[in-house]
């Protein structure tokens, strides 16, 4: 680490709109990642916040009738409530437009200006609003397209100020290669230096004061704002005293990581290491971008209305839970996809049967006994070594996946003791030993199982925190005090302590079909390919024209007897007349379909669905339950090529 202690920051979100999942999610990978370091016993500082000036709360404020300031009061009010709701144990909250981090901001200008690090000039570019970048002629996509978002970006031509950062490149690339944590993981290192093998632009930091209002003004020129990504990056040390509390700020600079998701991966791994250079600062240790939440494939956001509400799913299901399935479902560093089918299922799987069921067992048989108390033990068996290697080897691969970011592996290991638990419960057969009167055996199996419980909920502390405690309250531990060299050691865990029932730990939910039907079909991890280059899953375009889409006339339709959804069908390609069954009976009726121009993927192979021939498949979107046929729009002739 370099230093001793542990200082995690998030970004700081926009404020033009609610929180929603991604931002939930990353905060709650920095809390989970603080509470671990705290029960490792390093001193520990987590910073999230809010960025709050810039073009896009403007606009946002404008579209709501009030001022930027009432939009950011607004919107990091329900910011603060939702931390509040899902345990999120921060040290400090920043606000972009606190005194405290405008001074500093303001100061670094100044000093980069007398440096003569920032200069004057003219400057011709493409703006992107929603990213709020500017960006290059050559960087534009179709002629008017942002590269990063691909909405259109307007041509601007005004006097701005610039920071030298193309002077830091050569070092910057040489950093990079010479330090392989700093940015984790890797391939987005690799990234990075792709991106910074083409000339690094002097980076444009001013805004005229007649086009954008809202931000910090310039110290050297009153007639301009500071660009926002220049104000809000400052953020990681203005918040922990830069230039104002040296003390302070020497004990936590350099930040052991910044989290973060792919999509601000160049601002952070580029921008920010140079600005930090020219101060004179050191790096941080470790600039960490994982994936992003999807729901069906498609990146979550305001604009495709498909934005999971991190409030809603934890006030249904509960905050563990929700904490739980987040970070147990994404592997750090790839994409993964949200539905809640998906997270039923693991919920019932993981907590309610597994999780739940171990500890229900183990407590409800103590509590049978005469004396409800946890047992002594005694000789341990050949069973009880095998099951307890494996509860002591799940605290190794925790630490082991905190260490190296791979926290869903850990969540696994723990869970895989969790399931030797009931295995262990099944094969010593308590309920035989209390038939035979063998009590020594069967106190020995209680402890080893409430023992195992104990080293689970401390290891699951940091994901579930509220109901490690109940589990922990329930095995009659009052010291709240949880510390991982402890779960290291077997036998901690006090004979004699008073067990509780502490009722069900996570009700089962039970699954609707359409909701089973939504988890085969969503979840699933989306690989995500190392040449990333903004979006995911990316195929070249020799790859889309494989398929080879047809315009398709529906000339005959049925439907499949002896089954509900199958319609069969016969449609003219050109000159060519085939068969196609489709999966689509549940939506179109035959006569609604027949006439219809369709599109097919001409070039399947043929397939055989329920003894019928299909061949091609057509096109059609599923949305909330509902299927709609793809069709063409005017007067098309069979046989067309789509694409
Ligand atoms: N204000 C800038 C960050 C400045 S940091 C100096 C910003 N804000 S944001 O509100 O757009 O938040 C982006 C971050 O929110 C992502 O980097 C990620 O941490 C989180 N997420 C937002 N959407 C996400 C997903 N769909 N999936 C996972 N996380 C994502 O960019």
Redesign the pocket.
Known sequence: MGKDNFYIT?????VNGKP????A??TILADVLTRYYRLLGVESYFLTGT?EHGSKIQEAAEKNGITPKEQCDATVARFIELWKKLEITNDDFIRTTEERHKIVVQKILQDLFDKGLIYKAEYKGWYCVPCERFFLEKDIVDGNLCPECKRPVKELVESNYFFKMSKYQDWLINYIKEHPDFIQPAFRANETLGFLRQPLSDLCISRPKARLSWGIELPFDNNYVCYV?FD??V??ISAIGYLSDEKKFKKWWPASFH???K??LT??TVYWPIMLKAMGLEMPRTIFA?????TDNE??SKSLDNVVDPMSMSEKYGVDAFRYFLLAEMALGQDASFTEGGFIQRYNTDLANDLGNFLNRVTKFILKQDNPLIPKPSAKNEDDKEFIKEVLNAVNIMEDSIMNMRLNKGIEAVLGAVRAGNRYMEKTAPWKLVKEGNIERLNSVLYNAAEALRIISGLLYPVIPEKANVIRKSLGISDDKIVIDELKVWEKLAPGLKVFDTGVLFPRIELTEQKTEEKAKETKIVKESKEFKGTVDLITIDEFFKAKLKTAKVLTAEKVKNTEKLLKLTVQIGNESRQVVAGIAQYYTPESIIGKTIVVVSNLKPAKICGLESNGMLLAAKVDGQLKIVTIDGDVPSGASVG
Do not use: E, F, Q, V
């Not at 998030?10 to 926009?14: G, K, S």
């Not at 929603?20 to 931002?23: Q, R």
């Open positions: 998030t970004p700081i979100y926009y929603h999942i991604g931002h999610y990353t960025d990504w809000a990056l953020n990681y989290l973060m998701a999509d601000i601002t952070h994982h994936g992003w939440w999807l990146k979550m």
